[in-house]
């Protein structure tokens, strides 16, 4: 394992108050930022003061005082009122504001993606990927604002036109998670503000200044609209704010992701109130290779797949199936990785994974090691903590004959479990043994393999690869997992539908009123 520890210093003094790094000024973030706003920023908000660390050196970045109970008031009266203008706007008006930040994206990528690695971890070069994930959203969002129309069907009566139509359903909340701190509101609020509702963002506690950064972007935007309320932050604790939020009857849509845990929970409480939900939840994702495949390529797969991001993705890599005859060379293969790997500050060039988030998730994936230990799993490279500040932690690469039940859990964080297979049947078991659904990927030059696996009877996930790893994923595509991963979609394919009421209308211009499937009530009465 290589280390780069280099970590950036430049202090700046903004108005008498000493801030480490002048891009932050530029995103418009101050020593103490509220956590309200509806297109104005409400100065004092009620709640208490949140920190954000940077988990690279443990430092405070900045301060975000939060929201409490007259901040939601306020909050989500304005999104109310700016609901009844984008209802009125047409669609492709409201792709206009989606295409004016998109240009606000684009001119602060760099400083966007560089908050997004202070405040995450996650290396420059995938904090930058994130904005550019916006970026690309926009593309299709805009696309979306021009073609959202429903089909016209041809009706059974004579004299009778038929046709869906999708209008906006009104207010919809985002509560997002950590690891992406940007690209989730992305998804989801570009889809909401093209089919016309506002969004009420509630971002994780622990990236507090993404969203801010993001926020001060919408704000600016709408100023050359002059409308209030229809981009809304809610920084706030969970079980005052988000909890307030899930239960709130006057918001139609939840769109949450999170674990499993949360998600489900919140994912019964909204639909116990009426109310609809996009779950996008926990993954644990599997990368199986075969013994034609190409090693070089399907080591790189796991390589970013386990170690990418720190394996803080819903689509990292957790567990390899190899065949019996390549398991022994993918293990070193494996091995020579971790061992190569270069870890430190996270906005270093050459580093390839920075820190986990917080020390919990660190003494969680310890856990994960220790239980893998226990139930008989072999440790073949076993990941230390960084002896320096942050929350730095080696990859551990277990090797199992048989299956450990610890692999039926997601740990979010780099543990990768090896355990090799007799053929693709046993694979694909292997694959869908677990709860979670979300991302799947199969190494094989074999075409009746690929296709195999591709089938209804293969990997029953969300997202199925031939070649290509689990991690990431392209953002036209339809993005969501099934089984306890939610069978959600926030972005790509049909995802905007989530953000519209949909309505089946019938105009009859025929005179007559003919009753469909030609039932003959008035017979009698002629
Ligand atoms: P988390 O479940 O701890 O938190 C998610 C969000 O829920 C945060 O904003 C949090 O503040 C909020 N929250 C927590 N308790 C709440 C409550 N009672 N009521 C309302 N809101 C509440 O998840 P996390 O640690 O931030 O993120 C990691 C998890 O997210 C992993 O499981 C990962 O797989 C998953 N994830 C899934 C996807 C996907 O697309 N499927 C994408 C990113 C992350």
Redesign the pocket.
């Known amino acids: 394992m290589k280390a780069v520890f280099i970590i950036e210093n430049v202090r700046k003094s903004i108005g008498g108050v000493q801030m480490k790094y002048d891009f932050l000024e530029r995103l418009g973030i101050k020593k103490v930022n509220s956590g309200a706003c509806f297109g104005e920023w409400i100065e004092k908000p009620e709640g208490n003061i949140l920190q954000s660390i940077n988990p690279a050196t443990e430092e405070v970045i900045a301060e975000v005082r939060m929201a409490g109970s007259q901040d939601y008031e306020q909050v989500i009266e304005a999104a109310e009122r700016a609901a009844v203008i984008l209802r009125r706007m047409p669609a492709p008006k409201r792709g206009d504001i989606v295409r004016d930040l998109c240009n606000e994206f684009r001119r602060h990528k760099d400083d966007l993606g560089r908050l997004i690695t202070m405040e995450v971890g996650k290396i420059y070069e995938e904090g930058k990927g994130e904005v550019q994930e916006i970026i690309d959203f926009s593309d299709v969002a805009i696309g979306h604002a021009r073609m959202m129309g429903g089909r016209v069907t041809p009706s059974e009566r004579p004299g009778h036109f038929t046709f869906e139509s999708y209008d906006p359903l009104g207010l919809a909340e985002e509560?997002?998670?950590?690891?992406?701190p940007q690209a989730?509101w992305g998804w989801n609020t570009l889809n909401a503000t093209v089919c016309g509702d506002p969004v009420i963002w509630?971002?994780?506690?622990?990236a507090p200044l993404s969203a801010i950064a993001v926020q001060h972007i919408c704000n600016r935007v709408m100023k050359k609209y002059s409308i209030e309320g229809v981009f809304n932050l809610l920084i706030g604790e969970?079980?005052i704010i988000?909890?307030r939020?899930?239960k709130d009857s006057r918001i139609p849509l939840v769109s949450?992701?999170?674990?499993?845990?949360?998600?489900l929970?919140?994912g019964s409480l909204v639909t116990a109130r009426g109310g609809e939900c996009i779950l996008?939840?926990?993954?644990n994702n599997a990368l199986i290779i075969l013994a034609d495949a190409n090693i070089d390529l399907a080591i790189k797969g796991l390589a970013f797949g386990f170690t990418g991001t720190a394996k803080q993705r819903?689509t990292s890599t957790s567990r390899a199936y190899p065949e019996e005859d390549i398991a022994g060379i993918v293990t070193d293969r494996v091995v020579d990785w971790c061992k190569s790997l270069t870890i430190g500050d996270p906005l270093h060039p050459q580093t390839q994974m920075g820190p986990l988030i917080s020390e919990k998730a660190r003494a969680n994936v310890l856990r994960s090691v220790q239980k893998a230990k226990e139930q008989g799993g072999e440790v073949v490279y076993e990941g230390k903590p960084l002896d320096r500040k942050g929350f730095f932690l080696e990859p551990t690469v277990i090797y199992t004959k048989k299956h450990l039940s610890i692999m039926e859990k997601?740990t979010?964080g780099p543990i990768l479990y090896i355990q090799p297979i007799h053929d693709l049947e046993e694979g694909i078991a292997l694959n869908n043994k677990v709860d979670q659904g979300?991302s799947s990927s199969l190494f094989t030059n074999n075409l009746l393999s690929a296709f195999h696996f591709l089938s209804a009877e293969g990997s029953d996930c969300g997202i199925r690869n031939v070649n290509c790893g689990t991690s990431g994923a392209e953002i036209g595509g339809a993005?969501?997992?099934n089984k306890h991963?939610?069978w959600?979609r926030?972005a790509g394919g049909d995802a905007w539908k989530k953000y519209c009421r949909h309505s089946q209308c019938t105009i009859n211009w025929s005179g007559e009123l003919p009753l469909s499937q030609g039932i003959d009530f008035f017979k009698n009465k002629k």
């Open positions: 509560i997002t998670a950590f690891n992406f989730v509630k971002p994780s506690l622990q969970d079980m988000g909890d939020l899930v949450f992701t999170g674990s499993t845990a949360v998600g929970r919140v996008e939840l926990g993954g819903c997601e979010f979300l993005f969501g997992g991963t939610g959600g926030e």
